[in-house]
């Protein structure tokens, strides 16, 4: 990094302004249309290497700061833990753009890019709010990766997904609300335990995170999704619950029991699995399952064990997930 890009980024971090690549991902996103052809692909491919490029610039330090119906917002906090998570969603988003360059499909494109620009959001929220408006994000982008395979089976699927994944949205929006009317506070970080607000908004995590027995939701739908799609599904939306979970309940000890049955019911249906998608997906719970123990470890040498942990299986994962084709999608 040159010192005038450093001398930027602190000249943004002290005036609170700062370019969120999530925006500018979102944006480029909507301009998709607009494109045909090789110079669609082309856009893509630059669109995800300018994404990486902002989180490769990025330097620790809190952005976006503004006020909304009196509460304080912070879209941009950037440190150690959030920039790891940053760096590998924007890596993957280069890497499954190369990988769908044959895709003419442009929803999924833009689903695409919308899901990993709110993922990004989730890691670099400051606030609860912020962090819940990009988790519905997630939500709402993801659903269509699923839809897109255009079969009875996934939409049935995409369905089901859409509802599990709006209880857990439920669920921690009243988790926040009980936490403001407690505090008067939004920020996100390490929750305090004992309250309503603690355990409804650590429900609403796990349920992303796939923790038994709430994880049909990922069995059933990434198998029916489409090739890409299911590229993106593996790097994001487990991914974040396990960064939400570093940051707001490290050394909760009912972690590490959650973290073991994950682990080992994972690997069990995978084992059972004739389908290689399904069992990639098991696969995805029981791997997850090690980095929750490493959370409810709480030790800083189990927290960097399950972000090294993330980092690698977002990518490892994705590649199995190149392989591993259904019989006909797109």
Known sequence: ?????????????????WL????????????????????????????????????SQMVA???????????????????????????VFGLITVIATIYSLHVKDIVQHIAGFVYAASAVGVVFAGDLISLYVFWEMMMLASVWLIWRRATASAYASGYRYLLVHA???????????????????????????ESAAFYLVLIGFLINAAVPPLHAW??????????????????????????????????TETLIWIGTVM?????????????IRRL???????????????????????????????FTHILYGSVLFMGARPKSST
């Open 1 to 17: 990094m040159t010192d005038a890009t450093q001398s930027l980024q602190a000249t943004l971090a002290t005036s609170g302004w």
């Open 218 to 251: 990922l069995t059933d739908a990434y198998p029916e999704s489409t090739i890409t799609g299911a590229i993106f599904l593996s790097a994001f939306t487990t991914k974040t619950a396990v960064y939400t979970l570093i940051r707001g309940y490290p050394g």
């Open 263 to 275: 682990a080992l019911w994972g690997v069990v249906y995978a084992v059972l699995a004739n389908d």
């Open 167 to 193: 209880v857990s949205g439920v669920l921690l929006l009243g988790g926040i609300v009980l936490f403001f009317s407690e505090t008067g506070s939004i920020a996100f970080d390490q929750m305090p335990t």
């Open 280 to 310: 990639l997906a098991y696969s995805i719970i029981s791997q997850v399952g090690y980095m929750v123990a490493g959370v409810g470890m709480g030790t800083a040498i189990a927290l960097n064990g399950a972000m090294a942990h993330a």
């Open 61 to 87: 330090g809190t952005y976006g700061q503004f006020s909304f119906l009196g509460l304080d917002l912070t879209t941009g906090r950037a440190d150690k833990l959030s920039m790891v998570f940053g760096y």
């Open 20 to 55: 969120h690549p999530s925006f500018v991902l979102i944006l480029g996103a909507i301009l998709l249309p607009l494109l045909k052809g090789v110079a669609q692909q082309v856009y893509r491919v630059l669109l995800a290497l300018v994404f990486m490029g902002l989180l």
